[in-house]
């Protein structure tokens, strides 16, 4: 009789363990084996009466945040830029600094050099070449990497 009432106190606890266990092997599958999405992107549509739209509509209100150290910026940027800025309503393109590195240009001097590869690039005439729209860019020099250059 003893060894029933012990293992009725240890079923909740054999099921506790049991969903830890079940989640840490989810969290864990996650970080091994992150969704890794590769340029260009997927584009995605709400319904299938979209499928022919180059946006969903449901991204527009989406503010997106495209970080690196644009040291220098490039084309690659640009095209990543345009992307998000066609599929996503705000692109937010944040310079960032490695305390660990040393850099040739500041970032307002990059984020400056951005804006305007932004602005050539929306001067463009070519049809083809679609700008990035709706791009902020931001970065400043400070201990602690704050404040917006406009």
């Known amino acids: 009789m003893g060894n029933t009432v012990l293992s009725l106190y240890s079923i909740p606890l054999i099921i506790l363990q049991c969903s830890f266990l079940t989640a840490m092997t989810f969290l864990v599958k996650r970080v091994l084996f992150p969704t890794i999405l590769t340029f260009p992107w997927h584009r995605t549509t709400t319904s299938s009466s979209n499928s022919n739209s180059s946006t969903s509509t449901t991204d527009k209100h989406i503010t997106v945040i495209l970080a690196g150290s644009y040291n220098p910026p490039h084309n690659g ?26 850099y ?21 005439d070519d049809d083809d070449h679609h700008g990035p729209k709706n791009v902020r860019v931001e970065g400043k020099h400070s201990d602690n990497f704050g404040g917006s250059v406009n």
Do not use: C, F, W
Request: proline content about 4%; charged content about 25%; overall charge negative.
């Open 104 to 124: 040739d240009v500041s970032p307002e001097e990059r984020a400056e050099m951005l804006r305007t590869m932004i602005n050539v690039s929306n001067d463009d």
């Open 77 to 102: 940027h640009l095209a990543m830029l345009s992307y998000l800025s066609q599929r996503y309503g705000k692109v937010l393109a944040v310079i960032g600094t490695n305390p660990n590195k040393t």
